[in-house]
């Protein structure tokens, strides 16, 4: 089994503001990043991203980025401590995103979340299942503060 997910959404926005909407850390910063986020997305960059509901910072390694069309990035897979009698210590390893944007003929834009490349255990897919919620809130956040200026994740998880 590989796991690995999809998600996408319609933003009512020109495909040029919802990319930015994304590759900008201020933009990024106020609807999705509840923490913040440091650093512009560009290829061979690695930025700082922070959120409220999972403390700390977190490194992504921005692998690509084709303006307006697509944003490859890289980070740590997160699954959590182990298991109550897990035995096992599981080493880091990253997982791959990519974000890609389609022009709509309507001036919409398609924003398509996918990620993958967790292990093929119980906390590896936990793990993947939590990634899927977060990027389809991403979606959700992005779409309503592009189209009307509302932060949704504000005071969602504090």
Not at 2 to 15: N, T
Not at 26 to 45: C, D, I, N
Not at 83 to 96: L, Q, S
């Amino acid at each position: 089994m590989d796991l690995k997910f999809k998600v996408s959404g319609r933003v009512a926005r020109p495909v040029e503001e919802v990319f930015e909407a994304v590759a900008d850390p201020a933009k990024l910063s106020a609807y999705f990043t509840t923490g913040g986020a440091v650093g512009r997305m560009e290829t061979g960059k690695t930025v700082q991203w922070e959120f409220a509901d999972f403390p700390g910072t977190f490194p992504v390694e921005i692998v690509e980025v084709e303006k307006n069309r697509r944003i490859v990035l890289q980070w740590e897979a997160n699954e959590g401590p182990p298991d109550e009698g897990d035995p096992v210590v599981r080493a880091a390893y990253m997982t791959t995103v990519v974000f890609t944007f389609d022009a709509l003929d309507d001036g919409r834009t398609l924003v398509t979340i996918e990620e993958g490349g967790w292990r093929e255990t119980p906390t590896g897919l936990k793990a993947a299942f939590g990634n899927c919620q977060g990027w389809s809130q991403m979606l959700a956040a992005l779409k309503i503060w592009a189209e009307h200026g509302i932060n949704l994740r504000e005071g969602f998880y504090v």
